[in-house]
């Protein structure tokens, strides 16, 4: 099963995010930021990120000029999850695969990470 990485900062949209998915049959791996989600990616692989931009420590656009530097991570897919107001904009100007604005619909999230997995999940 692949692994899909979910960077948020909020405990209650990783908590759901992990139930949700993991049901769907993917396995979760979760970070509450892009150092933490760094880590993991040092030691482990993931097929797609869902990144949450706004967060402490370190944001999601840092994460991802992080993460395209690394050969080793630079090619996983990512998807923003984002309430900011310029989510979409921004997105595009990372070269992420897509961005899903908060609040968002659970099916909208499955869609989404079955269109980068798409081999796996019920």
């Known amino acids: 099963m692949p692994t899909v990485l979910v960077v948020d900062d909020d405990p209650d949209i990783r908590v759901m995010l992990e139930v949700y998915l993991t049901l769907e049959g993917f396995d979760v791996v979760t970070a509450c930021n892009g150092r933490e989600a760094l ?5 482990h692989h993931a ?6 931009l706004m967060m402490p420590v370190m944001d999601g656009v ?8 690394d050969p080793g991570i630079r090619d996983i897919p990512v998807v923003c999850v984002s309430a900011r107001y310029d989510a979409s904009q921004l997105a595009e100007h990372l070269g992420v695969a897509g961005c899903l604005v908060k609040p968002f619909d659970v099916d909208t999230v499955i869609a989404a990470v079955r269109r980068f997995c798409p081999q796996t999940g019920r």
Request: aromatic fraction near 6%.
């Open 62 to 69: 840092e994460f991802r000029r992080q993460q395209q530097r």
């Open 39 to 43: 880590r993991h990616l040092a030691e």
């Open 47 to 52: 097929a797609l990120i869902l990144l949450d």
